[in-house]
C-alpha cells in the first residue's frame, strides 16, 4: 500500500530531476558553444593587439632614430654659424658657401621635426588602437572566466541536484553572456576591478 502512495512522488521527483539535467545540459551545450567562438573571437583580437604593438614599438624606434638625425644636424648646424663667425675675412665665395651648407642644415632640422611630429602622431594612434582593443579583449576574458565558472557550477548543480545551485550558475553564465556579446558588438560594458583582478 505504500508503495503505492509513494509512487507519484517518487515520479514527480524523477521528472523534476530529469527536467533539471536537461536545463544544465543545455545550459552547459550552449555556454560552451558560445566560449568556443568567443575564444576564437579574443585570439583574433590577441593577433592585433600584438600588431598595433609592434607598430608603436617601430613607430617610436623610427622616431628615436629621427631625434638622433636631428641632433646631428643642430650640431652641425651649430658648428657652421661658429665657424662663419669666426671667419670674418674669409674670401666672399667661402662666406657664400658656409651659408648655403647652414642653409641646407637648417632645412634637415626642419624637415626632422617635421617628420617626428607626424611619427609621433602615428605611434600615439597604434597605441590608442592597442588600447581599444585591449578593452575588448578585458571583455572576452571576464566572458571566458564566468561562463568557466557557470559552467562549473551547473556540473555541480547536477551533482547535488539544488535548483537553486543552477539558478546560481545561470547568473554566472548570462553574464558571460553580456560581456562576450559587449565584445562582439563593441558594446562600451566595462568592469575594471574585475579586469584589473584578471590582468
Known amino acids: 500500500m505504500s508503495e503505492i502512495l509513494d509512487s507519484p512522488s517518487q515520479k514527480e521527483a524523477g521528472a523534476e530531476d530529469a527536467g533539471l539535467n536537461t536545463a544544465i545540459s543545455l545550459t552547459v551545450a550552449l555556454a560552451g558553444t558560445f566560449m568556443a567562438f568567443t575564444n576564437v573571437k579574443d585570439g583574433n583580437i590577441n593577433q592585433a593587439m600584438q600588431d598595433a604593438q609592434a607598430r608603436r614599438i617601430n613607430e617610436w624606434s623610427y622616431y628615436q632614430a629621427k631625434s638622433t638625425k636631428q641632433h646631428i644636424a643642430e650640431g652641425t648646424l651649430e658648428q657652421l654659424r661658429s665657424l662663419k663667425l669666426l671667419s670674418s675675412s674669409a674670401s666672399a ?7 648655403q651648407k647652414i642653409a641646407a ?7 626632422y621635426e617635421t617628420e617626428k611630429a607626424e611619427i609621433k602622431t602615428k605611434a600615439e594612434a597604434w597605441q590608442t588602437t592597442y588600447d581599444d582593443l585591449n578593452k575588448v579583449d578585458d571583455q572576452f576574458d571576464l566572458s571566458d572566466a564566468t561562463m568557466s565558472v557557470g559552467i562549473a557550477l551547473s556540473g555541480v548543480s547536477a551533482l547535488v541536484r539544488r535548483r537553486s545551485l543552477f539558478i546560481l550558475s545561470l547568473g554566472f553564465v548570462i553574464f558571460g553572456a553580456l560581456m562576450g556579446l559587449a565584445g562582439f558588438f563593441g558594446w562600451g560594458i566595462q568592469i575594471p576591478f574585475l579586469s584589473k583582478l584578471l590582468s
Open 93 to 99: 665665395e667661402t662666406m657664400r658657401d658656409l651659408d
Open 105 to 111: 642644415f637648417e632645412a634637415k632640422v626642419t624637415k
